[in-house]
């Protein structure tokens, strides 16, 4: 019962805005590290931004920082990946991903190290 579930993807023309959500059903977020990774057509999935355990430490990928921000809403077990000025280059199908991580330390972009995941949401960015 343990799911997470994305939500807020859509078609957008290039410099708009998209928020995507990711709820978490069967646990909460305390203790866990989340993520966004995205995964476009032919290419390997990649991490785009991550929020720690403690702290509130995030990280960023270089092709996002400055357009995107993750953030959390704790009360409603949710976070969110708030997209501006979004590119073509930042379609894909994007997800969110948790790792039980109960540290102070800046989370990880890599996919290999998130144990649970979403169904994905696409993202067009396109005029």
């Known amino acids: 019962q343990l799911q997470l579930v994305e939500s807020g993807g859509g078609l957008v023309q290039p410099g708009g805005s998209l928020r995507l959500s990711c709820a978490a059903s069967?646990?909460?977020?305390?203790?866990?590290?989340i993520g966004w990774f995205r995964q476009a057509p032919g290419k390997e999935r990649e991490g785009v931004s991550c929020i720690s355990t403690r702290g509130g430490r995030t990280n960023y990928a270089d092709s996002v920082k400055g357009r995107f921000t993750i953030s959390r809403d704790n009360a409603k077990n949710t976070v969110y990946l708030q997209m501006n000025s979004l590119k073509p280059e930042d379609t894909a199908i994007y997800y969110c991903a948790a790792v039980p991580k109960d540290v102070f330390r800046l989370c990880v972009l890599r996919p290999a190290d998130y144990d649970y995941w979403g169904q994905g949401t696409q993202v067009t960015v396109s005029s």
């Open positions: 069967g646990f909460t977020w305390d203790g866990y590290e």
